[in-house]
């Protein structure tokens, strides 16, 4: 069907990556473009594929999908990405939405939920319960008065790496290096670490983290 979902599946689990595989293409109106079993590959493929929908379950081996799905959002922004496996946790969540990701489905969820989580996100519409509908109005009230509840302000593993390695007096090219990754994913990692924090230079990145014990023992003081 020339206007079937593409869809692509990131998922450690080759049981449930081929399970899934298996009954989604079984949906007329569903394609499987392709699959991955960790974050890097699935970066590199999507990048290729431009699948409309990418599936990215939440406990990948080498990048979370929290990490994931920034990295799909700031290359790959027209790729709609849902987080499988998500725990039913209002911060998790909403830390899910603030990644990029326009959807989520929550690990007792149901292969029906999914299919239809899928092709609201493919319209370009989203669902979500009542309490987290409640939860996102909160939040968007909260950045209307620029106040952001420091509980709700959470780091990816990643992003606290990279703040570690700021600490270490590191350029983005040595962090990059360091890290195996482009300059300029180190620069939006920053760029995301400070907009999020709603700091101004890396220096008080480094300090917020110190403050709350986000490095390592060689960095504290």
Do not use: W
């Not at 869809?7 to 080759?14: A, G, Q």
């Amino acid at each position: 069907m020339n206007d079937a979902i593409h869809i692509f599946i990131v998922d450690d689990n080759r049981l449930l990556r081929e399970g899934l595989v298996s009954m989604l293409t079984e949906l007329d109106d569903f394609v499987v473009v392709g699959t991955a079993g960790n974050g890097l590959k699935a970066l590199e493929q999507i990048k290729k594929l431009r699948p409309h929908v990418a599936l990215v379950d939440i406990g990948l081996p080498d990048k979370d999908g929290i990490e994931v799905t920034q990295a799909l959002h700031e290359n790959a922004p027209d790729v709609k990405v849902i987080i499988l496996g998500m725990p039913d946790m209002t911060d998790e969540i909403m830390t899910c939405i603030e990644a990029g990701a326009v959807g989520y489905v929550i690990k007792e969820a149901s292969f029906d939920y999914l299919v239809e989580t899928i092709r609201l996100a493919n319209r370009g519409e989203s669902f979500c319960s009542p309490r987290m509908a409640a939860s996102l109005f909160s939040r968007v009230a909260e950045l209307s008065k620029g106040q952001i509840p420091e509980s709700s302000v959470k780091l990816t593993p990643r992003e606290v790496e990279i703040i570690n390695r700021v600490a270490d007096g590191l350029s983005n090219k040595e962090i990059a290096q360091r890290l195996s990754i482009e300059p300029q994913t180190v620069k939006n990692h920053i760029h995301n670490i400070l907009d999020k924090l709603q700091l101004h230079n890396r220096l008080e990145a480094v300090e917020y983290a110190r403050e709350r014990k986000l490095l390592t023992k060689n960095h504290k003081k």
